[in-house]
């Protein structure tokens, strides 16, 4: 079985989710009528947008906070993010006593800056790409000595995140699609290896979109390329997943079914479905399972899992979004 080699397997996972047990939440399973009407199967939404800090991300972080010792705790750490993992890093560097520092590319969305300073870390706004503000990491790594929690590419976030594929295996034991979004692959990788260690049938799609899509170039280039970072309603899936990637790239190739592609005509009507229909807020990032189900992107074999990944998305920009003004894209004005 070749996923014996992968760098994450089920039982860190299992591990992880004892680690941070109490310190994060664990998330509602609902059944979506509308859906579930609309493609023939049953529809589940996983409801992680009402995780503690907005995404997700809170998981990954505190395994990693945790799986540090003392000394590097009071040393701090220090993470390139585009907003929602430094969210989750600052929450769970202060709950567990220490510092965290996060840079971040000036296309960040305003709102998220300043919830993670409100968080109590420290922010530095480095240049227009995220492979820029991972620079800006690397320098704080070596003149200050602070530990590097990065967003994906690593194996005690990877099982953090993971933590989200067992309760969805115990949720909604007779999963058989998981529709996972998908940008440096610590979700998708954590996941997939989580939901197929329990239950091998299950098949696990990520989904991104069509505007920079670096691990779909990636898996199709053979290995980790750069992509051109455009604006997106799904900003939390921006960003590359790093050249000298070594944990999510080798899982998404193994575990992932498919990779489905949005565009942002498409990431909106997930976002209304969402708040129209499943009166929930979320991010563009967070509506791409929706949207591949609204748009028939995906093979209807049920039951299928949807992650809402996040909820940190500008209100303004989520009303417009609401009453259908197109935000990017080529029809945007
Ligand atoms: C980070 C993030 C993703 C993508 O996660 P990766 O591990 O980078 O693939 C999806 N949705 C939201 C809301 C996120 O914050």
Redesign the pocket.
């Known amino acids: 079985m070749r996923e014996k080699t992968l760098p994450v397997q089920i039982d860190n996972i299992r591990a992880a989710a004892a680690r941070v047990d109490g310190r994060v939440l664990r998330t509602p399973m609902v059944e979506s009528g509308a859906l579930s009407e609309r493609v023939g199967a049953p529809v589940h939404l996983k409801l ?2 009402h995780q503690t800090t ?4 809170l998981r ?1 972080a505190t395994n990693a906070v945790l799986s540090l010792s003392a000394e590097e705790r009071a040393r701090g750490v220090v993470a390139a993010s ?4 430094g969210r ?1 890093l600052a929450f769970a560097a202060r709950a567990e006593g220490s510092l965290a520092t996060i840079c971040m590319s000036s296309l960040v969305p305003e709102n998220k800056v300043s919830e993670i300073r409100r968080l109590g870390a420290r922010v530095r706004i480095i240049g227009r790409s995220q492979d820029e503000a991972q620079e800006e990491v690397a320098r704080l790594v070596t003149e200050e000595g602070l530990v590097v929690v990065p ?2 590419d690593h194996p005690a ?2 099982a953090g ?1 993971g933590t989200l594929g067992l309760e969805i295996v115990a949720q909604v034991p007779e999963v058989e699609t998981v529709l ?11 996941i997939a290896a989580a939901v197929k260690g329990l239950k091998p049938s299950a098949r696990v799609i ?1 989904l ?1 979109m069509e505007r920079g899509a670096a ?1 779909k170039a990636s898996l199709d280039a053979g290995g980790p390329v750069l992509v051109e970072e455009l604006p997106s309603l ?1 900003d ?2 921006g ?1 590359g ?1 790093g050249l000298d990637n070594r944990v ?1 790239f080798p899982m998404c190739r193994e575990l992932l079914d498919d990779v489905v592609l949005l565009s942002e005509a498409e990431i909106a009507a997930g976002m209304r479905h969402a708040y129209a229909v499943e009166r929930e807020v ?2 563009g ?2 509506a ?1 399972g929706i949207a591949a189900l609204l748009a028939g992107k995906v093979a209807s074999r049920g039951p299928i899992v949807a ?1 809402l ?4 998305v500008d209100m303004e920009q989520h009303r417009r979004v609401i009453n259908g003004d197109v935000i990017y894209g080529k029809d945007a004005a």
Not at 82 to 85: L, P
Request: glycine letters at 22%.
């Open positions: 992680e947008h907005g995404s997700f991300k990954g585009t907003g929602n993992h989750a967003p994906f976030v990877v995140q996972v979004p998908l940008s440096g692959g610590g979700l998708a990788a954590g990520g991104t691990m799904a939390s899936l960003g997943i999510t979320i991010e990032a967070a791409v992650i990944s996040g909820r940190n």
